[in-house]
């Protein structure tokens, strides 16, 4: 079992950028397939940017070339680097682990999540 809290939230203007941790405890994160969602007022959770065990990454095409998931196994922690950010980015953003070695695309086939950061982007 492993335990996820995220970090690095906060208000940008638009253009500006962030970037997001999510510290893992109990497991180490190498052996979970990772995921990155958000989830904006009114709005059903949805995937950003994903990650497998043998660190291929995936990303939706609303945040291609702008963000990027990377992962730090010394330090036990998944980052997302998001650069460029709109204001359509505002949203609480959560991190997430599967036992899959491939990350699921939907939010319901991951098996433990953190607790979510908030970020707000300004116009």
């Known amino acids: 079992q492993v335990q996820l809290a995220e970090s690095g939230g906060g208000l940008v203007q638009a253009g500006g950028s962030l970037r997001l941790s999510c510290a893992a405890s109990?497991?180490?994160?190498?052996?979970?397939?990772m995921g990155w969602f958000r989830q904006a007022p009114g709005k059903e959770r949805e995937l950003v940017i994903r990650i497998s065990r043998s660190d291929k990454t995936y990303y939706e095409d609303s945040v291609k070339g702008r963000f990027t998931i990377s992962r730090d196994n010394a330090k036990n922690t998944l980052y997302l680097q998001m650069n460029s950010l709109k204001p359509e980015d505002t949203a609480v953003y959560y991190c997430?682990?599967?036992?899959?070695?491939?990350?699921?695309?939907?939010?319901?086939?991951?098996?433990?999540w953190g607790q979510g950061t908030q970020v707000t982007v300004s116009s």
């Open positions: 997430a682990a599967s036992r899959s070695w491939e990350p699921p695309a939907v939010w319901n086939e991951y098996d433990y």
């Open positions: 109990g497991r180490t994160v190498i052996t979970y397939a």
